[in-house]
């Protein structure tokens, strides 16, 4: 059973529309990770957020945008996304703040339409 | 050069044999080294993590890592079916940055 727990599992959205993907870690891990993952290639790095810091990577758009409520939560806000922004949304967990063994929740599979 | 690379596969070994994978990596001061499984629509799951030279065993898994040459591996001993994924090296670097490599497919076959 993953620690790492993961909504909506499925999600379909036009490009006008505003979602929310959330994910939550039960494990008092103190950094929190949002990757994007498309099909036959490995996960791309979105988001860190670590003892409260962000760190971003500098390719991903603005119409992306992370929220951390507390440490045990990270949200992903959408927002006019485009089609090529379908992919599976993988919430990650570590301990520590080296980006260290990381424990990932199941995803959220997002089609944009 | 990629900081990670992996022999994309597909791997295909038959039922009780011996995978090895392979990962080569282009940062001498790496310090972190990890292994997921990823099976088809799902998320990576971490196998194992080695951080000195030498070998790692856990059950059937031994993990393999040589800094001199800069390359860490996976055996699978007595492979099973369900060992079917694609298998994901990642590394972290001396600056702190977390990569995966292209992942290697393997299939054993019954």
């Known amino acids: 059973d993953t620690e790492v727990t993961q909504t909506p599992k499925h999600l379909v959205m036009g490009m006008t529309n505003k979602k929310s993907l959330k994910c939550e870690q039960h494990?008092?891990?103190?950094?929190m990770y949002w990757y994007k993952q498309k099909a036959k290639k490995p996960p791309e790095l979105m988001f860190v957020?670590?003892?409260?810091?962000?760190?971003i990577n500098e390719s991903v758009p603005s119409r992306f945008s992370p929220e951390c409520p507390n440490s045990s939560l990270l949200n992903l806000h959408l927002h006019a996304l485009q089609p090529e922004d379908s992919a599976l949304y993988l919430c990650?967990?570590?301990?520590?703040?080296?980006?260290?063994?990381?424990?990932f929740g199941p995803g959220t599979r997002l089609t944009v339409t | 050069q990629k900081e990670v690379e992996q022999n994309s596969g597909p791997l295909s070994v038959p039922e009780g044999a011996i995978a090895s994978l392979n990962c080569t990596y282009s940062?001498?001061?790496?310090?972190?080294f990890f292994w997921y499984r990823q099976y088809s629509g799902k998320s990576p799951e971490l196998i194992m993590s080695?951080?000195?030279?030498g070998d790692k065993e856990d059950g059937r898994f031994t993990a393999q890592l040589n800094k001199a040459s800069q390359y860490v591996s996976l055996l699978i001993r007595d492979s099973q079916p369900s060992d079917s994924a694609t298998y994901l090296c990642?590394?972290?670097?001396?600056?702190?940055?977390?990569?995966f490599g292209t992942g290697t497919s393997l299939t054993v076959i019954p």
């Open positions: 990650a967990s570590s301990q520590g703040t080296g980006m260290g063994e990381q424990y």
């Open positions: 494990m008092g891990h103190r950094a």
């Open positions: 957020y670590s003892y409260e810091k962000l760190s």
């Open positions: 940062d001498r001061g790496s310090q972190s």
């Open positions: 080695i951080y000195s030279n």
């Open positions: 990642a590394v972290i670097s001396w600056g702190n940055q977390f990569y």
